[in-house]
């Protein structure tokens, strides 16, 4: 029989996490409110929580600053361009690697997983001059084609394609059913929960991406949000509120696809790692 924690046990955890949880989103709550102050009321001493006049002029003034619609369409186009070519081969490549027996399977997979740990600045010079050989600088597919399948989406649906039943795959072949129909309506009907997991990770390291649009595009009306965030600030100045109206809007999208997925995220976060 399992004993429960003591209540003071309990009670000291429930204030560990809810201290936690204030930390955390005090950043966001902050940013939010800052983005409403006048911008005297950002430099004033002693700081002031609250704005002393709630106002959208730094809205306003934000989106006549910089073309935020413009960098919002283009992310939104990237990201999801992106998400959607992740999800076919990452698909196919974990489908293979978990599925089909083959001599040195467990050393191709050692060999993507080991990619995690090159560091992106190592790869980006030679990326660039590949992207340039093309002639793909200044277009969307550097954005695009050089991310279309990546090592931890890879590993993700592979350990979550593990503990689906081999018996349903074997009887789908009796049956006389492919490779291809039976990846397509048995794994993954009952992969949704990492798929939709996997998605979720693409699109927001497309959404935050910076380094390298800010190498590989130099046309501003191709440039991503978080690049385009970069461009209220000058050498001379800062216009914090503008700045923080800006960042609560890009947050918005992200913050609704998550409350899309938020159970089949955590459900494919919980079940991923159950089998080796």
Known sequence: ?????????????????????????????????????????????????????????????????????????????????????????????????????????SIVFALIIGTLMIPEEVTMVPLYLIVRQFGWINSYKALILPFMAHAFGIFLLRQFFMTIPRELEDAAMIDGCGRFRILWEIILPLSKPALWTMCLYVFLASWNSYIWPLVAISRDEMQLIQVGLSRFSTSWMTPWSQLMA????????????FFFVQKQFIEGITLSGLKE
């Open 246 to 257: 800006a960042s609560s809007t890009v947050i918005v999208p992200v913050i609704v696809f």
């Open 1 to 105: 029989m399992i004993r429960k924690p003591h209540f003071s046990v309990r009670l000291l955890v429930y204030l560990a996490l809810t201290a936690a949880a204030i930390a955390i989103n005090l950043p966001f709550f902050w940013m939010i409110v800052t983005s409403f102050k006048p911008e005297q009321d950002v430099f004033s001493i002693p700081p002031k929580f609250y704005p002393t006049l709630f106002s959208f002029k730094n809205y306003v003034e934000a989106f006549e600053a910089v073309p935020m619609l413009r960098y919002i369409a283009n992310t939104l186009f990237v990201s999801g361009s992106v998400m959607a070519l992740q999800l076919v081969f990452n698909v196919l490549a974990a489908y293979g690697l978990s599925r089909i027996r083959f001599r040195g399977s």
